[in-house]
């Protein structure tokens, strides 16, 4: 069973990575309350206790996300402010949400459409290193953190690419993103954007991160769908209303 001792060495590892490779100019956490440092790290505990099966090198860059994020934050407001006390879970664990739905196989390749700094992307590129994913969004200043993130994480699987949806061109296995937009309008955006064989255990389709009643958009979309309550899979009351939306393409 990881513990809180765990966490604190990865962050450890991590943070002498993290200024390797970036220059950080400050300590990772540094700048947090004592009370909200013992927070982020039972929160990255709760992580490693979901997936048991992580390697070091997982370990050490999921470690390592809060502070890259935390860097880049101070710059560009990537991520809301007020949710950087609860990075881990309400954006990384969020994200990793999907892979207790379908796990990528070795030479898949997922879209993220809308990825913002790089969610749901990078937590997954992490979990799914032989699989390839491709990051878009409209925002250049939000691709060049999802880009600086990669690379300081070594994540040889991830390209990032300032573009619209619609102007997209090749065949993934499986969109993801994290509640863009309705999705009947996704729906538009992505459609063809899919290939025709499918590999995983689900059909090749959308796998949409959205919170609370979804009948009425559901409904718009006139397609078959499934929900996944993440509450299932997690504990915490962030997961609650949560969902993954699944449409078969």
């Given at each position: 069973m990881v513990n809180e001792s765990e966490a604190v060495w990865r962050v450890q590892e991590a943070?002498?990575?993290?200024?390797?490779?970036?220059?950080?100019?400050?300590?990772?956490?540094?700048?947090?309350e004592k009370h909200k440092l013992q927070n982020t790290l039972s929160d990255l505990t709760r992580i490693f206790q979901y997936f048991p099966g992580l390697t070091d090198t997982q370990q050490e860059q999921l470690a390592q996300l809060f502070s890259l994020y935390a860097d880049w934050n101070?710059?560009?407001?990537?991520?809301?402010?007020?949710?950087?006390?609860?990075?881990?879970?309400?954006?990384?664990?969020?994200?990793?949400?999907?892979?207790k739905v379908v796990k990528f196989l070795p030479g898949a390749d997922v879209l993220d459409v809308g990825t913002g700094g790089g969610f749901p992307g990078i937590p997954l590129a992490i979990l799914f290193p032989e699989t390839q994913f491709h990051l878009v969004d409209s925002i250049g200043k939000k691709i060049m953190v999802v880009e600086a993130v990669a690379r300081a994480l070594a994540l040889k699987n991830v390209r990032a690419q300032q573009i619209r949806?619609?102007?997209?061109?090749?065949?993934?296995?499986?969109?993801?993103?994290?509640?863009?937009?309705?999705?009947?309008?996704?729906?538009?955006?992505?459609?063809?954007?899919?290939?025709?064989?499918?590999?995983?255990?689900?059909?090749?389709?959308?796998?949409?991160?959205?919170?609370?009643?979804?009948?009425?958009?559901?409904?718009?979309?006139?397609?078959?769908?499934?929900?996944y309550l993440l509450a299932s899979f997690f504990e915490e009351p962030f997961f609650e209303t949560k969902k993954v939306v699944y449409v078969p393409l």
């Open positions: 943070n002498t990575k993290t200024r390797k490779n970036v220059k950080a100019d400050r300590v990772i956490f540094c700048n947090f101070a710059k560009i407001n990537v991520v809301s402010r007020k949710d950087m006390d609860h990075f881990y879970i309400n954006h990384v664990l969020h994200s990793l949400g999907i892979a949806a619609e102007q997209v061109r090749g065949q993934y296995d499986f969109v993801v993103s994290r509640a863009v937009t309705r999705m009947k309008e996704f729906y538009g955006w992505v459609q063809g954007r899919v290939k025709r064989e499918s590999r995983h255990e689900l059909f090749n389709g959308i796998l949409y991160l959205k919170g609370g009643d979804l009948t009425a958009e559901m409904g718009e979309l006139r397609k078959p769908y499934s929900e």
